[in-house]
């Protein structure tokens, strides 16, 4: 069905052609199909051009954010009945064969299309994450201009900024909001931590999941080569035997059943079993006024990291950052030390 004038390159090797500088990305554009698609895009456009400056970029990321969150789309989902209705059409349609080469080279561009964009999804979405970002921080800017013109008629008094020194780390630049946000998130943190299954968790995107076996003979050796491969879509797992398989299906299913969500452990402690005069694993903890400012100004972000390797124990750090500033990573008696210390300051 594909029309043998065009080289089409599975998805498999797009990133192997594009480094080598054989594969042309600019050529897709020659493709009927993405023609069609900036025709389509003219229409919906918007005027992105204003008076301001800072809103004209505004405007632009906006517009990039929303065309990464269409590029995220599973386009690869359900491409293979598209497939078998073009074939179908094409056989039994009785085009012209001017007609026939046009639709197989529309085919083509759009099956060459799916595969381009499911190649390079993390990137796509790693790309939405950031305009989004950017996004969030221009409203901010914003939000600080129409505070600074309603407030222009009085002197502008300079807000103090604070140094947050968390063991070997510094995160300055932050306000005294910021420390109050900061010790809330931290606070929630721990008191999620006496019931983690209990508390309202995002939910996310169900994606077909496939699983293919691959059997394979070598006439020379005679022998057969047996592998499957899983597939997500968020990400996949090729070329694995039966026994690795199982061993994988196996650590991830004891480990939601002691760490995931849906878990069966329930976790019920007090915050004086980890006194830090017992534990003795105090975390070196500062807060000084600094004059230094920072390039980000983002709110504070909690995270917590369970990692377990086979054979081998669980570590559970904590991690915050503000700013765009990370502290060092915190065993969870540092991280209720961080929290008592930040309340004493605050109080």
């Known amino acids: 069905m594909w029309n043998r004038k065009k080289k089409f390159i599975p998805a498999s090797r797009i990133s192997e052609e594009f480094t080598r500088g054989e ?46 969150r269409l590029l995220r789309n599973p386009w690869h989902v359900e491409a293979g009945e598209i ?53 969030k921080e221009l409203r901010q800017v914003f939000k600080v201009q129409k505070q600074k013109a309603v407030g222009n008629d009085k002197p502008a008094i300079e807000a103090a900024t604070y140094c947050m020194t968390v063991g070997e780390s510094e995160i300055y630049g932050m306000t005294y ?43 020379r050796k005679e022998v057969f080569f047996v592998d499957y491969s899983l597939d997500t879509f968020e990400s996949s797992l090729n070329c694995m035997s039966a026994d690795q398989l199982k061993r994988v299906a196996d650590i991830i299913s004891e480990f939601l059943k002691t760490y995931g969500e849906n878990g069966d452990r329930k976790v019920y402690w007090d915050i004086a ?27 504070p972000y909690v995270r917590k990291r369970i990692d377990k390797m086979e054979d081998r124990g669980v570590e559970i750090r904590y991690d915050i950052n503000v700013n765009e500033l ?22």
Request: aromatic share 16%; proline share 3%; charged share 25%.
């Open 23 to 68: 594969y042309e990305p600019d050529s897709l554009l020659e493709n009927s199909f993405y023609r069609q698609m900036a025709e389509n895009l003219k229409s919906f456009n918007v005027d992105l051009i204003s008076d301001n400056p800072l809103e004209t970029l505004y405007n632009h990321i906006c517009h990039l954010d929303n065309l990464f």
């Open 273 to 299: 079993d980890y006194s830090s005069v017992v534990s003795g694993r105090e975390i070196y903890f500062r807060v000084n006024e600094d004059s230094r400012s920072t390039r980000f100004m983002t709110p």
């Open 177 to 219: 909001e910021q420390l109050e946000e900061l010790y809330k998130a931290v606070g929630l943190f721990i008191k999620r931590e006496k019931a983690p299954f209990d508390c309202n968790i995002k939910g996310y995107n169900r994606y077909p999941i496939s699983i293919d076996k691959s059997v394979n003979f070598d006439v």
């Open 83 to 135: 497939q078998k209705a073009c074939a179908y059409y094409v056989a039994h349609a009785k085009l012209s064969k001017q007609e026939n080469d046009a639709f197989t080279d529309m085919v083509n561009g759009f099956v060459a299309s799916v595969c381009y964009l499911t190649e390079w999804h993390d990137f796509i979405c790693q790309m939405q994450q950031f305009f989004c970002h950017q996004e």
């Open 326 to 347: 990370e502290s060092v990573s915190l065993s969870f008696e540092e991280f209720i030390s961080l929290y008592r210390q930040l309340g004493s300051f605050l109080n």
